[in-house]
């Protein structure tokens, strides 16, 4: 997953893909074919199962039965999830692979002065986070961070974990 390649983003983490990924009635739903994609990408994969609201905290049955049965038939298969409000931590220990550094982007973007504070905070986690200057969600990098835009860049793409380098950056 670490270059993007293969990824399917899944859009919708709430009952609906509860439903699609794991029915419970003995007839799972694996979101993989052979052949297919290799990942996916858990859009609000911190309010799956435990509503959308901001600071949601991530249902502790959902993901883990989840991505249990998906490596059953496919063990290599990543899990990425878009993760906020300090939620990652739990996310990687129910079973992502990456979670996104939403912590990092904010620091860059409004307080770099923080940045060693933040770098030095979760050394463990540090090779599951998704780090990121841009993405779908936020304002492209130019804008967003000025003339510090390379400068965000070289950070993001020097630190471990996977990178994520949005269409056209």
């Known amino acids: 997953a670490g270059d993007g390649a293969g990824l399917h983003e899944v859009h919708e983490a709430g009952a609906r ?9 003995g007839g799972e739903r694996v979101p993989v074919r052979p052949g ?3 990942g996916l990408r858990a859009d609000d994969a911190h309010g799956a199962g435990a509503g959308d609201a901001g600071g949601a905290t ?7 039965a989840t991505i249990e049965k998906v490596r059953a038939h496919h063990p ?9 409000w300090g939620t990652e931590p739990e996310l990687i220990a129910q079973g992502f692979d990456h979670c996104y550094d939403k912590v990092l ?7 770099p002065p923080r940045l060693w504070s933040v770098l ?5 986690l540090s090779r599951n986070r998704l780090r990121f200057i841009e993405n779908h969600d936020e304002e492209r990098a130019a804008p ?4 510090r835009d390379r400068q965000c860049a070289v ?8 990178r994520m380098v949005h269409q056209g950056q």
Do not use: N
């Open 36 to 38: 297919g994609v290799g």
């Open 144 to 147: 967003a961070f000025g003339t």
């Open 155 to 162: 950070t993001v793409l020097s630190l471990p974990g996977a």
């Open 105 to 111: 982007y904010d620091t860059l973007r409004t307080e």
């Open 76 to 84: 290599g298969f990543r899990f990425i999830a878009e993760a906020y």
């Open 120 to 124: 030095s905070g979760d050394v463990d």
């Open 17 to 25: 893909l509860r439903t699609e990924l794991h029915r419970g009635d």
């Open 58 to 64: 991530p249902d502790d049955k959902f993901w883990p």
